[in-house]
């Protein structure tokens, strides 16, 4: 019985070590990811919007200038985009060599549609992260833009399909038309 117990006691400490160990690991990149995006957000390079939801800010450059309309939230669109975060250390190139000399792919590209022919991706403003629809909603039919969003405005703290929970993410949108 004893040594069930202290069997028991051990697996229990092993677990909670891992655990901490991950915790750890999580804080670290939430943190360095908040880190990159303040440091964008402050770059006279960028300019800042408040999100719809008044939850936090977007930041963003212009890349190209249109003149069409600007879309509503119940509007659906039709753009073009790329959505990235950096994988490994946000205060690194795209890619860059390790300590040991091996080239290391930093900039992880999540989903683009680049990777499907360049077709267009139609959507309702509304059903996209808040970060992205605070984009559109401020952008004009023409405009391309690179857009830097907190994961709160992004997926939070839950990950999803290869992104890490608290990431913040970057999207490359090209605003096309308004349906």
Same mark, same amino acid.
């Given at each position: 019985?004893?040594?069930?117990?202290?069997? +028991?006691?051990? +697996?229990?400490? +092993?677990?909670?070590? @891992?655990?901490?160990? #991950?915790?750890?690991? #999580?804080?670290? %990149?939430?943190?360095?990811? =908040?880190?990159?995006?303040?440091?964008?957000?402050?770059?006279?390079?960028?300019?800042?919007?408040? @999100?719809?939801?008044?939850?936090?800010?977007?930041?963003?450059?212009?890349?190209? @200038?249109?003149?069409?309309?600007?879309? =509503?939230?119940?509007?659906?669109?039709?753009? =073009?985009?790329?959505g990235w975060f950096k994988s490994v250390d946000w205060n690194k190139g795209d890619s860059f060599k390790n300590e040991d000399g091996i080239t290391i792919k930093n900039k992880y590209i999540f989903d683009s549609t680049a990777d499907?022919?360049?077709?267009?991706?139609?959507?309702?403003?509304?059903?996209?992260?808040?970060?992205? @629809?605070?984009? =559109?909603?401020?952008?004009?039919?023409? #405009?391309?833009?690179?857009? %830097?969003?907190?994961?709160?405005?992004?997926?939070?703290?839950?990950?999803?399909?290869?992104?890490?929970?608290?990431?913040?993410?970057?999207?490359?949108?090209?605003? +096309?038309?308004?349906?």
């Amino acid at each position: 019985m004893r040594t069930k117990l202290l069997l +028991l006691i051990t +697996l229990a400490a +092993l677990v909670f070590a @891992s655990c901490s160990k #991950d915790d750890e690991t #999580d804080t670290v %990149w939430a943190e360095n990811s =908040l880190a990159a995006f303040n440091k964008i957000a402050a770059s006279a390079e960028y300019k800042t919007i408040e @999100s719809q939801s008044k939850v936090g800010s977007i930041a963003y450059k212009v890349i190209k @200038s249109g003149d069409g309309k600007t879309p =509503l939230y119940t509007d659906r669109v039709k753009v =073009l985009y790329t959505g990235w975060f950096k994988s490994v250390d946000w205060n690194k190139g795209d890619s860059f060599k390790n300590e040991d000399g091996i080239t290391i792919k930093n900039k992880y590209i999540f989903d683009s549609t680049a990777d499907r022919n360049d077709v267009p991706n139609i959507f309702p403003v509304s059903g996209v992260v808040d970060g992205f @629809s605070t984009a =559109l909603q401020h952008m004009k039919v023409g #405009d391309k833009w690179e857009v %830097w969003m907190p994961a709160k405005l992004g997926y939070g703290g839950a990950p999803q399909q290869g992104i890490p929970a608290n990431t913040t993410l970057v999207f490359e949108i090209e605003l +096309l038309e308004i349906l």
